[in-house]
């Protein structure tokens, strides 16, 4: 199983992107998806997480500009980020909690990462 991320880049303050990971591989069943993101010199946070049945949860610092959602179909996640400040640098990765087919358990699998820079 791998996840895929991508949709970083540099944009100005007050601006969007829409951030994609993809998870490809023997894929048996998809339960939470989540975003997390890790500044310079800062650790990883959680930024939104959506469960298999929609529900969605956000960090206070990105409620009401960013907007997590998911496609079932196509096993893939997806951040919309609007109205980004500076503050919002960083590199963004992807978790999934995924069943592999053939296995009774789940696990946590990471994308490899994509960063996302914004000039004030």
């Known amino acids: 199983v791998q996840l895929q991320a991508s949709g970083g880049g540099l944009v100005q303050a007050g601006g969007s992107l829409r951030l994609s990971c993809a998870a490809s591989?023997?894929?048996?069943?998809?339960?939470?998806m989540t975003w997390y993101r890790q500044a310079p010199g800062k650790s990883r946070e959680l930024v939104a997480t959506v469960t298999s049945g929609g529900s969605t949860n956000y960090a206070d610092s990105v409620k009401g500009r960013f907007t997590i959602s998911r496609d079932n179909a196509k096993n893939t996640v997806y951040l919309q980020m609007n109205s980004l400040k500076p503050e919002d640098t960083a590199i963004y990765y992807c978790n999934a909690v995924i069943r592999r087919v053939s296995q009774n358990s789940q696990r946590e699998y990471w994308g490899q990462g994509t960063l996302v820079t914004v000039s004030s």
């Open positions: 591989g023997s894929i048996g069943s998809i339960y939470a």
